[in-house]
């Protein structure tokens, strides 16, 4: 539970800890909380072994021989599909809340968290998870203490006010951006001693001391680093000084300043922001002005994204053509997420193919931009109905990509067999969609877990449309099996809640049962109310159980992510309607939002 406090009413015996530590990294607040508990005695159980590549990202310094890194068992947001989700931010915050709770829990003692207004923002959202976990968890408990109070915004790109009231009030903290004060004393906060390269990096690029080179250089370095961390504010704060700072800088020192880029850099994620392509002022400008529009965008301010992605071309003399094309690239995705601006955003990727026009001895990298613009042609004639046309433009991108090995041709090259498939899952060809699906699991040559796991669950989805039950199944083990490996409590949950009403829709009432049996076990790993609900709901459903019903309608009332969907399950319980429609049923595709970390309002 959360409670909002004064330090002057808080329990005497509360663990304090204050993480107005700022924006530079992300997870520097949550790790400031863990270290205040484990100083305290707690121990978090198992949670650091069994969550090891989870925990070395919360605790760099201390890793543990053998771990997998994160990226190796999760996935990443997109910078080229603008897709803001990432499995591995939602498994950190996920893991840290569970141990916030577990530790509270194991000490018998409140965590009285000061200065949360002035955290840095995935911290903001791993507290809120953490607040709605321990609704289920015996004996945890947060409290907050003056939460109005925050830092002065760095700018108004970084003026994250709204964001941070949505979070609060997920919280169970009533107020509005207007009751939130910004306090200069707030501004000075915890001195930051940073833990990790993002912190480091942040550091380089504020240096009032530094050269502007050295600070544009590890500018760039850090939009990539904070990107991956979904530190959003903090590529803001970063990008729009150092956009001041190239005013008046020569072209000649450009070469000097992308090579100490590069060095600042030792990311394998060489597919997002790449400065391959910057070859002067312009570019790194454009580049920067990228950065600004995608963290807009995340946020769901999409106007100020356009606007970025815009300018990127204006004012810019000598633009490579390869960022004149990202530019309407990036426009054109912005706008194709509204149906009402559909024929805006055809125009600018029309205007993009103009961009990089084919030639003879024209470079990969504007080939491989023509790639990407075909892509999303292809995506915006199946957002018209138009199947055929589009399956023309997803063939003419794979076309651009022949030959092609780099990162970013690889992972447009694995996105165009996926959209291939979903056009002919779409067009009734469900049969045409599995033999493509398949097709696309021998082109990557993955055979990791995670690979495992999602082509699994996609190959299930398909042959539940083609009558193959079984196949289906099988492909369901599988997805279980990889998530389990993964210790992908999530996704295990989902699944297990999609088979009890794959069965249940079969007339398999034991074997339902079962699985919402152990979807209600998962789901309390995962401290999620609403999934325990629905799972206790499947139980009620499949075995008339009272005490089932009773502990749907509870933990249904404990929902902060999903009230209104909660509610109306309660309510189908209570009444005794009809409760299989608000039970999830497998689809075709995995993925889902991470909710239970989401500020952004839900349409």
Known sequence: ?????????????????????????????????????????????????????????????????????????????????????????????????????????????????????????????????????????????????????????????????????????????????????????????????????????YLRARDQDSSAVDRVAAALAYSRRAFFSANWEGMAVVADEAVRLLDGLPGAVIPELLAKAEREDELVHAIEFETAILRGPSDVRGFLLKVLGIQAGFRGDQDTALSCFRAMREEAPGLSPEIRAQSHLYAALTLSKRKQRLAEAVAEVEQGFTAVEEHPDEAESVRRERGWLHNLRGLTLFAERRLGAAFEHEKQALACMAGLTDASSAHLRINLYSNISVLQEKAGKAASALRTWEKFKEATGSSNAGFAKHHAYRSAGLRLLVGDRAGALADLDTTLVNANALADVFHETEVRLELGSLHASAGDREAAADQYERAGETAVRLGDPYRIAQARAGRFLTTGSAAAARSAEEHAALSLTRPGEAEALAKAVREGTELSGLLPAPRTKLNRPFDLINFQDRP
């Open 1 to 201: 539970m959360v409670t909002t406090t004064s330090a002057h009413t808080a329990r005497g015996n509360a663990v304090r800890t204050n993480v107005n530590t700022g924006p530079a990294a992300s997870y520097t607040g949550l790790r400031k909380s863990l270290r205040a508990l484990r100083a305290d005695g707690a121990s978090f159980g198992d949670l650091p072994a069994r969550h090891a590549s989870e925990w070395a990202e919360l605790f760099p310094a201390e890793p543990v021989p053998g771990t997998a890194p994160l990226e190796e068992i999760a996935l990443a947001p997109s910078e080229r599909r603008l897709h803001r989700e990432s499995e591995q931010v939602y498994r950190v915050l996920s893991v840290a809340a569970a141990a916030l709770c577990a530790g509270t829990a194991e000490l018998g003692r409140p965590l009285l968290i000061s200065g949360i207004g002035g955290t840095d923002l995935s911290s903001l959202r791993g507290f809120m998870r953490a607040v709605e976990h321990a609704r289920v968890v015996p004996g945890a408990r947060l409290l907050l203490d003056d939460p109005r109070t925050i830092r002065t915004p760095a700018g108004t790109h970084a003026d994250y006010r709204d964001e941070r009231v949505r979070c609060l009030r997920r919280m169970g903290v009533s107020l509005t951006a207007g009751d939130l004060v910004p306090d200069p004393a707030a501004d000075r906060g915890v001195p930051f001693v940073p833990e990790s390269e993002e912190g480091e990096l």
